[in-house]
């Protein structure tokens, strides 16, 4: 096979590009989906992909495809590659862009150096994979893959109070396709890490192997509104320190387990929500992951099990809410180790990982072989503005991504 090289300035101009798009008057980068900012990353990217001569399709979940191909291929399953542009609040710039303009790159590089493919190539932009706006997060791909129907995401009520769908139209990606009607024939993902991992043990490539488990529920506490100076403590059915006590509940649990469980409550809400009443509703979310099922499942239960004494012990009515639920995935052996040779072959060191955040690769690999490429993380972080990778890495994962795809693309 014959190595190439993408055109590296070309790529780490197009991040800090797209990187400014979406910036308000602070400087914070925020494109949430289906948003006008959004719209914005949306239209430089489809101007990119008409640039460099792809078809472009556009599904009715909003996900955008830059196709490649040939008269000759063009019946074939594509590969596929690609990410998300829609970020958090807040954003680094890399986050899913990094995927989705690497894998543009790879197609210009290619169609550059002459190389025929015998299957197309396509480049992808899933709609909502943050999930800040509307909720579930990945929900481009979800639907995509079938695990969730089209018209009820399109009916999917955001924080704003706007729906999906109606903004998909009025910003003009609402598209005509029906999710699922290009089959990969495989899907690779290249992404920042997130994570702190790569970068502590000096290795330059992630093999992800596999991806946590994701349970995701919202808590609601009710007791009873007093005064908080004349009610005594004994008296009290207060929801504000029952939230505080699951909250303890699930980091000691979490933290004195030998497994790589993990659990978070990233919002929390008090009602009336005054500094002289004693809280008479408490609404948080649980976050928990685990790349087993089995004992995503026992931390579910035993979370459960918690809140039944809780609310028994304290006089408290209590519900959890069902939020998302997504399973421990496997990443396609055969690619795994396509991309640990690939960075053999490019001199780079490599090791086989987990992914502790959730990725549209999860979704498209309930219908396709797929796996994840991982390159480091400065600081482990991400969802942030100090979120960086340096440009030799993003480089060298670039170069990992154009090996593997040009192997997939002529079957090998």
Not at 28 to 35: E, G, N, V
Not at 113 to 126: D, K, M
Not at 221 to 246: E, F, K, L, Q, W
Request: net charge negative; proline share 4%.
């Amino acid at each position: 096979m014959t190595s190439f090289s993408v055109n590296a300035e070309r790529l780490v101009a197009r991040i800090r590009d797209l990187g400014a798009i979406g910036r308000d008057t602070d400087g914070r980068l925020t494109r949430l989906a289906a948003s006008e900012t959004e719209k914005a990353g949306r239209d430089q990217f489809c101007a990119w992909v008409r640039n460099a001569g792809l078809e472009i399709a556009i599904d009715r979940i909003g996900n955008i495809f830059g196709i490649w191909h040939s008269n000759e291929n063009r019946h074939e399953a594509p590969v596929l590659i690609g990410s998300h542009i829609d970020t958090v609040i807040n954003a680094g710039i890399y986050d899913g862009c990094y995927g989705v303009l690497s894998g543009l790159e790879v197609i210009e590089t290619l169609k550059t150096e002459g190389f025929a493919p015998s299957r197309p190539i396509a480049v992808a932009v899933f709609t909502n994979e943050e999930g800040v706006r509307y909720a579930p997060d990945m929900m481009g791909s979800l639907v995509y893959a079938g695990g969730l129907p089209v018209e009820k995401a399109l009916a999917a009520v955001g924080t704003d109070g706007t729906m999906l769908g109606e903004e998909l139209q009025r910003i003009g990606y609402a598209g005509s396709e029906e999710p699922g009607f290009l089959k990969p024939s495989a899907y690779v993902e290249l992404h920042i890490e997130q994570g702190p991992v790569l970068e502590r043990e000096g290795v330059s490539i992630g093999a992800v192997e596999n991806l946590q488990g994701i349970s995701w529920q919202r808590v609601t506490i009710d007791g009873v509104a007093n005064h908080a100076g004349t009610t005594p403590m004994s008296m009290r059915r207060d929801a504000g320190h029952a939230a505080a006590r699951v909250i303890t509940f699930l980091h000691d649990r979490a933290t004195a387990s030998n497994t790589p469980t993990v659990a978070t409550v990233g919002c929390i809400n008090f009602e009336p929500n005054a500094v002289n009443v004693i809280p008479s509703r408490a609404t948080f979310t649980v976050d928990l992951r685990d790349p087993d099922e089995d004992r995503l499942k026992a931390e579910e239960a035993a979370l459960a099990g918690y809140l039944t004494e809780l609310a028994a012990a304290g006089g408290l009515t209590i519900t959890a809410e069902r939020l998302a639920r997504f399973e421990p995935v496997t990443f396609d052996k055969h690619i795994v180790e396509l991309i640990e040779a690939t960075a053999g072959r490019r001199g780079l060191t490599s090791k086989r990982m987990t992914s502790g955040a959730g990725h549209d690769a999860q979704m498209i690999a309930r219908i396709a072989p797929s796996a994840m490429i991982f390159v480091p993380s400065i600081g482990g972080i991400s969802h942030n503005p100090r979120e960086y990778t340096p440009d030799a890495d993003l480089i060298a994962g670039a170069n990992i991504l154009l090996d593997v795809v040009q192997r997939l693309a002529t079957g090998q």
